[in-house]
């Protein structure tokens, strides 16, 4: 099967940074785009930043110019930098990734379980 395994979360004062990273496990025949989510307490899950197999990345109006995400050159891995945090950025953090498993034909959407980012003011 295939997993995400989700690290980097924490508590930050505002103006801090964190790392995040997701190392994706498991039979996996291609991946074809990993991104970021979030879910901050009351409000729905929404897309913070995501790349594609080809490095093309998008990012959510509300972190350009504050967050980065990047890969590693085996796919293994991705990474959310962010930068200048604010207590709106409070959240949990999901890895996503849209990904065709050897085990199944086609392709599907993976989630991590998630960490925390809490940013106090």
């Known amino acids: 099967q295939v997993q995400l395994v989700e690290s980097g979360g924490g508590l930050v004062q505002a103006g801090g940074s964190l790392r995040l990273s997701c190392a994706a496990t498991?039979?996996?025949?291609?991946?074809?785009?990993m991104g970021w989510y979030r879910q901050a307490p009351g409000k729905q899950r929404e897309l913070v930043a995501r790349?594609?197999?080809?490095?093309?990345?998008n990012y959510a109006d509300s972190v350009k110019g504050r967050f980065t995400i990047s890969r590693d050159n085996g796919w293994n891995t991705v990474y959310l930098q962010m930068n200048s945090l604010k207590p709106e950025d409070t959240a949990v953090y999901y890895c996503?990734?849209?990904?065709?498993?050897?085990?199944?034909?086609?392709?599907?959407?993976?989630w991590g379980q998630g960490t925390q980012v809490t940013v106090s003011s």
């Open positions: 790349i594609t197999s080809g490095g093309i990345t």
């Open positions: 996503n990734a849209n990904a065709a498993p050897r085990v199944i034909v086609g392709v599907r959407d993976y």
């Open positions: 498991g039979s996996i025949l291609s991946i074809n785009a």
